[in-house]
């Protein structure tokens, strides 16, 4: 069991990182936070991410990715409107994901968390890998091709519970 914090993930610009850039040309520009079974040779993986994904900007996406075939939704354009979130993971006993996301703390570990629950189920459309006793989890970026390049992924922080 784990659980796993990213503050204040998003996109920026190379001149602010704390500045999303403009949707322009249906961008896919993203950053956020993947888990990825142990076996990198898998193409296996959940993700969620801030940014903008094709006409839907400043959305929060969720992906899963079973076998190279992934299943992918988004809860809405101007989700977060500064193209920034908290994340939380939670991984339980049984292997099984359960993602939130919250607009920004002001004040981290002063201000109380308010987390929602990812598409109000905290589950990402399609089959979950199926994940072992160990996984990886990283903050991740990730462009369309080369539109909207450059720009920066950014995180605050990030804060790990458990195993």
Do not use: M
Request: glycine share 12%.
């Amino acid at each position: 069991p784990f659980e796993y914090i990213a503050r204040n993930i998003g996109i920026g610009t190379q001149a602010n990182s704390q500045n999303a850039p403009p949707p322009t040309s249906d961008p896919y520009l993203f950053a956020g936070i993947q888990v990825h079974v142990q076996d990198l040779n898998q193409r296996n993986s959940s993700h969620i991410v801030v940014g903008h994904r094709g006409g839907a900007h400043y959305p929060i996406e969720g992906k899963n990715t079973v076998w190279g075939s992934s299943s992918v939704n988004d809860i809405g354009a101007y989700t977060v409107p500064d193209g920034r979130a908290d994340i939380r993971i939670v991984g339980n006993a049984q292997h099984q994901l359960t993602f939130y996301w919250q607009t920004p703390s002001s004040n981290p570990g002063v201000n109380p968390d308010n987390w929602t629950l990812y598409n109000g189920t905290g589950k990402f459309p399609g089959t979950q890998p199926t994940y072992g006793a160990q996984v990886y989890i990283g903050l991740i970026t990730y462009a369309f091709l080369e539109t909207g390049v450059p720009f920066v992924g950014t995180c605050d922080s990030v804060e790990l519970v458990g195993e």
